[in-house]
């Protein structure tokens, strides 16, 4: 692990969704490396609650979070994992059968589930085939350290820092990361950079050039490119100077200098629509930042969210990236959900229901295994197509969006 964690958490108990999903966005951009967010009530209308406020929390915030659940069978732990979790916690004083734990374990990886345990526990005698503990309720110390170091795990420990120092427990080696609750509303990264003085290894931005590196204006000044680091849409053209580059360093919103105003302006500090850093590059000359942000609301002044909307000139053309293709097939395929059209097959899938777009995939899955059968593909990519719709109608059907699918297929990594 080449850096410690700062993971704030979130008690979803007694506590509105809409809230815990606040939370957890500002947690987010205020720069947690995770979260851990947990509800261990036994009442199951209670725990459905909370899997669907996960799942919006997932929506929301693009940095992973654990969860922590009461779990009585191996069920309870794999809807926690379709929420979009990382992790999932299994408290050890409540679960009800240990075998859940190795199921668990087996099923989705050891490094994918964790045992919250107390200090006052025995836990370096525990044989749970995990390879992360949560531990709670601890008093720093040589005691500590020593039962951390004997039982052979890495250790998350949450605290929430009224009587410990954050220093302290990351200073322990076999110490991953502390959950606390103690800086919400903070500035985390000025306690992850406080950490770093330290000499803890923390996740903060730290330009790999110096700016006096860069190839400025005579007025001290280099373009900046704002782009979306989800779809990759350029969003606007700015200018910083040495100042505004190492506070959008420091802080992760990106803070440029206005010529006209011959000032620094943190972009959304009057309008709200903060651009928060997760990437930043240098060209091959030296001389233009391109950084890849979240875009809150617009970028534009206008009120647009790009503020490159005025086309100029265009030249007809087929557009084949597979990202925009099929996002594009999708929202024509919701488009024809929400507001029919006469003649639409897409409207007759959805007028005849679940049962007739099922029975279609399954047509269609079909003939992919025949065409691929064959020595040419050019059949088999017309199968693929015709499943590929079938499957965006069902998708739309479920109300699934391929955000959802991708978002997967990233925790899967």
Same mark, same amino acid.
């Given at each position: 692990?080449?850096? @410690?964690?700062? *993971? #704030? !958490? &979130?008690? %979803? ?7 815990? /999903?606040?939370? +957890? ?22 725990r ?11 929506? @929301?915030?693009? *940095? #992973? !979070? &654990?969860? %922590? ?7 309870? /732990?794999?809807? +926690? ?14 679960c009800?059968?240990?075998?859940v ?61 009224l009587?410990n ?64 680091y ?8 700015a200018?910083m ?93 919701e ?18 229901g ?58 899967r990594?």
């Open positions: 692990m080449s850096y @410690k964690k700062l *993971i #704030p !958490f &979130i008690n %979803g108990e007694n506590e509105l969704p809409a809230n815990v /999903v606040t939370m +957890a966005e500002d947690y987010c951009f205020a720069g947690a490396d995770e979260l851990f967010l947990y509800n261990y009530s036994k009442i199951e209308k209670e459905e609650e909370f899997l669907a406020t996960l799942k919006e929390v997932n929506k @929301k915030i693009d *940095i #992973p !979070f &654990i969860v %922590g659940m009461y779990a009585a069978r191996f069920e309870d /732990v794999k809807k +926690a994992f379709y929420t979009g979790a990382d992790r999932v916690v299994i408290k050890y004083e409540i009800p059968d240990e075998g734990i190795k199921e668990a374990a087996a099923r989705f990886g050891v490094d994918k589930i964790l045992v919250e345990v107390d200090e006052d526990l025995a836990f370096e005698k525990i044989s749970f085939p995990v390879s992360s503990l949560l531990l709670k309720h601890v008093n720093t110390g040589e005691p500590l350290e020593k039962k951390i170091r004997s039982c052979g795990k890495r250790i998350i420990i949450r605290d929430s820092l009587r120092d954050l220093e302290d427990l990351l200073k322990i080696k076999e110490v991953e990361g502390v959950a606390t609750n103690y800086f919400e509303r903070r500035d985390l990264y000025k306690v992850k950079r406080n950490m770093q003085e330290t000499g803890i290894e923390m996740n903060v931005f730290e330009s790999a050039i110096p700016f006096s590196e860069f190839k400025t204006d005579d007025k001290g000044l280099v373009p900046c490119i704002a782009q979306d989800r779809t990759g849409q350029v969003l606007m053209l200018y100077n040495e100042e505004s580059y190492r506070a959008t360093c420091e802080t992760g919103k990106m803070t440029y200098f206005s010529r006209s105003r011959q000032e620094l302006w943190c972009k959304g500090e009057t309008s709200g629509h903060y651009q928060y850093v997760k990437e930043l590059a240098l060209d091959c000359d030296n001389d233009t930042i391109l950084a890849k942000v979240h875009q809150v609301g617009a970028a534009c002044h206008t009120g647009a969210y790009s503020c490159f909307f005025k086309e100029l000139a265009k030249k007809d053309y087929v557009d084949t990236n597979p990202l925009t293709i099929l996002q594009e097939d999708f929202e024509t395929i488009e024809r959900k929400n507001h029919p059209k006469e003649g639409s097959y897409t409207n007759y899938l959805f007028t005849q679940i049962d007739k777009i099922l029975k279609k995939c399954g047509e269609e899955a079909s003939e992919i295994i025949i065409a691929a059968k064959n020595p040419n593909a050019e059949e088999l990519k017309y199968e693929i197509a015709d499943f590929l719709y079938h499957m965006m109608v069902l998708m739309a059907e479920c109300g699934l969006t391929w955000e959802d699918i991708t978002r997967e297929l990233a925790n990594r």
